[in-house]
């Protein structure tokens, strides 16, 4: 079976990497190079944050996270020489109103790796000693992990590239998906090119809306911008994750401290923002004061593709055969991504899924409603 996979982001990767696993033959088409836009940007946190906001169809695909990440490091590092560096720090979270649900969570939702123990201020210096003092308690999450996005996306890139049944067209745009009979025949790229497969896979995250007026369907998908900065700092300098009031801090193996996150509709700009910026400094200077003594080396924004509750959309297109859908997963698209695409890959091979299929089904996006 060919398949052709429009977008190069987490999605589309994993679900290439999970078909040609399975004997398939994949050409991967992007606009711009594979890997550099919002699964390069995020922060690459191994659990929602907070999962207790979530609806359960989001906590369901992203609890396989940790082990499926785990797995395909071990199978591709050997391979391309990069590890995707998955940093088991914990998560500290600081945020009281939200102590009582997560302690309860792991229990009431039968998920052993969100287990958290709640933590005074005395445990919370022996675990985070740059916790700043004000901070009376805590909860912890020992098992939360995260995982360097960046470092995922080069392994994936480097390892589908030198497969044999891999084919890959970046800086290649796809305007048009060509229909005969209820099957996509082929698509057209901004060249005038046409390119033709079995089937057809959708993983154009915040871009996924440019597809509703060809289908007649109302794909509720849009960019929702978020900024991020990044400071160095001594090996090992932060011992855990932190959060608070949906900012965050994930430290690096080496270092380096990502700290996040916005979130503004501005269509798709991805100009970072003074104001958006001073938020984000303010916030995790709150949390870790000793922070502001460090250099910032890097600052950018990327585009969510932000959904309707934050499910994705996953599984075929409705009202044709082989065009199917994995695009839509707002602020989880790498911690949901590989399960994601073993769900994609699952129902395209006709196999047993690894979690119910139907929260996340095409099938529910309706007709568009012209008005004449």
Not at 173 to 191: A, E, G, H, R, Y
Not at 219 to 245: D, S, Y
Not at 257 to 283: Q, W, Y
Request: proline fraction near 6%; charged fraction near 15%; aromatic fraction near 10%.
């Amino acid at each position: 079976m060919h398949i052709a996979i429009i977008g190069a982001g987490i999605s589309g990767l994993m679900t290439a990497l999970e078909l040609v696993e399975q004997g398939c033959s994949v050409t991967i088409f992007d606009q711009q190079q594979a890997a550099k836009a919002a699964s390069w940007a995020g922060g690459g946190i191994l659990s929602p944050m907070y999962p207790w906001r979530y609806d359960s169809a989001v906590n369901a695909l992203a609890k396989h996270a940790k082990p499926l990440y785990q797995a395909w490091n071990e199978k591709l590092a050997p391979q391309t020489g990069i590890d995707f560096q998955i940093h088991e720090t914990g998560m500290l979270i600081l945020d009281e109103d939200d102590f009582e649900v997560g302690l309860n969570y792991a229990k009431q939702h039968h998920e052993p790796m969100q287990q958290a123990e709640y933590l005074q201020q005395e445990q919370l210096e022996q675990v985070n000693p740059h916790i700043h003092s004000k901070y009376q308690h805590g909860i912890y999450f020992p098992q939360i992990a995260n995982v360097r996005n960046p470092r995922v996306l080069q392994s994936i890139t480097t390892y589908l590239k030198q497969h044999p049944k891999v084919q890959f067209h970046e800086h290649c745009p796809i305007q048009k998906l060509n229909i005969q009979n209820n099957k996509i025949s082929s698509i057209t790229d901004d060249f005038d090119q046409k390119h033709f497969a079995d089937e057809y896979v959708l993983a154009t995250g915040a871009w996924s809306k440019h597809w509703a007026e060809q289908l007649n369907l109302e794909i509720p998908v849009a960019p929702i911008q978020g900024q991020m900065l990044l400071f160095k700092t001594p090996e090992n300098w932060l011992p855990t994750m932190c959060m608070n009031k949906v900012m965050y801090l994930i430290p690096r193996n080496d270092g380096h401290i990502v700290c996040g996150s916005s979130m503004r509709n501005v269509g798709f700009n991805i100009t970072p923002n003074e104001a958006v910026k001073h938020n984000i400094l303010d916030a995790c200077f709150d949390m870790v004061p000793e922070l502001a003594n460090f250099p910032i080396v890097h600052e950018w924004a990327g585009l969510r593709p932000s959904s309707p509750n934050g499910i994705p959309y996953i599984g075929k297109m409705p009202e044709l055969n082989n065009l199917w859908a994995n695009f839509g997963h707002f602020r989880n698209g790498l911690c949901m991504g590989a399960a994601s695409a073993r769900l994609l890959r699952q129902l395209m091979l006709n196999q047993t899924t690894i979690e119910d299929a139907k929260p996340y089904s095409p099938q529910h996006l309706t007709q568009m409603d012209f008005a004449y």
